[in-house]
């Protein structure tokens, strides 16, 4: 290898490091399933090292951290930057190339596109003749490319498309992830492994208060619709908004979870306003741990009219709480229909309010029956079976194991 890095010997442990550009509580997916992957990994035995930024003057319990006698975390010291929304360090590229040289790390797995921190695993994995996985979490996808893009046209010319090339293997989380890579022109070996979810403890207890926001009552909670997310144009929030109105539950409830990003909320409550709707709308603002499942438990469906997923892991916990689901094609969710536990739906307002018609209809018994199918349908997302997948990647691209039969080379 070069730069005087030496080829472990096969007997030695597996060493990865895993690098993603944030690690904040409510920064979306990515950080909270890296750092789910990473524990998991961690417990199977191999080295890993996760690598991401630390904005100076931000609180340390804002950061999703993996335990520490499982992963060894480094946060590096960045810098918010207000025109862009985004994080800079300019330390991050060197603290990664000394741990991969020194610590003689086998391979390096960057999660996400087109941030500073994408582009530096990409070099150091170059410079250093280590081989790159890179999980592109439906960066690519159609809607995700169209947001801000004459941004990402320009960092696809210039180094983005270089970056993919080069890695040794891509990771998408659903068939349809990869097959959007494939129309892209990247050629080399896709692993299709689905992002995990938490199975709450049957034991946990749904009353939790959250400065009153947050108090489950039974009878009220037959009537709660949810969404948890990012308040987000992505999330399709306003044609919740217009949906609800078409259909105008009586009695029921809408209740908005997560943070607010560039705004978009004073957009949603606009909308509502404008449609008489602000009386059936909550936001109870970001929410995570505890009362997060007791939120799920509040709750007798779940809604997510997005229009670009991924995975959407907020699916899965929703199942995985017993909730019924509406989601639409914009998420990896056929499966919904199939299992009978929920609703796959075109993207738009029409098919949408007709969803929520057929929810609400149903009997409080049936929505349930609904809810018990998906928690029984949701438990293959164990994230054990899902960290066995890719450690066998890993293994794979090392030369320490045959080609497992997530990795399409089609």
Known sequence: ??????????????????????????????????????????????????????????????????????????????????LVGKSWSRSFRAVLHKRCEHEQSRLIHDNGLWLPTNHSAAVVARKLGIPLIISTHGMLEPWALNHRAWKKQLAWRFYQQCDLRTARVLHATAPHEAESLRRHGLRQPIAVIPNGVELPELTETAQVSRSGQIAVDVAS???????LGRIHPVKGLLALVDAWGIVR???????????????????????????????????????????KAALYRSAALFVLPTFSENFGVVVAEALAHGLPVITTHGAPWADLPVHDC????????????????????????????????GLAYVRRYDWA????????????????GERPDCVRMD
Do not use: K
């Open 1 to 82: 290898m070069p730069n005087g890095v030496d080829r472990p010997s096969l007997t030695s442990p597996l060493r990865v490091v895993q690098t993603i550009a944030s690690l904040r509580r409510g920064g979306g997916g990515p950080s909270r399933t890296v750092t789910a992957l990473c524990r998991e990994l961690g417990r199977l035995g191999i080295q890993v090292e996760l690598i991401s930024q630390f904005v100076t003057g931000s609180a340390a319990d804002n950061y999703l951290l993996p335990p520490a006698d499982l992963v060894t975390t480094t946060l590096v010291s960045a810098y918010r930057l207000p």
């Open 221 to 227: 909670a037959r009537r709660t619709a949810l969404f």
């Open 249 to 291: 539950p009586a009695g029921w409830r809408m209740v908005i979870a997560g943070p607010d990003e560039g705004g978009h909320r004073a957009v949603v409550e606009a909308r509502l306003s404008a449609n008489g709707l602000t009386e059936q709308f909550t936001f109870v603002g970001p929410i995570d741990g505890p009362e």
């Open 342 to 373: 929920g609703w796959w739906i075109p993207i738009g307002v029409a098919p949408l309010a007709e969803a929520l018609r057929a929810a609400m209809a149903l009997s409080d018994t049936d929505r349930a029956d609904m809810g018990a199918r």
């Open 385 to 400: 079976a899902i960290a066995e997948d890719m450690a066998a990647v890993y293994r794979w691209v090392l030369g320490r």
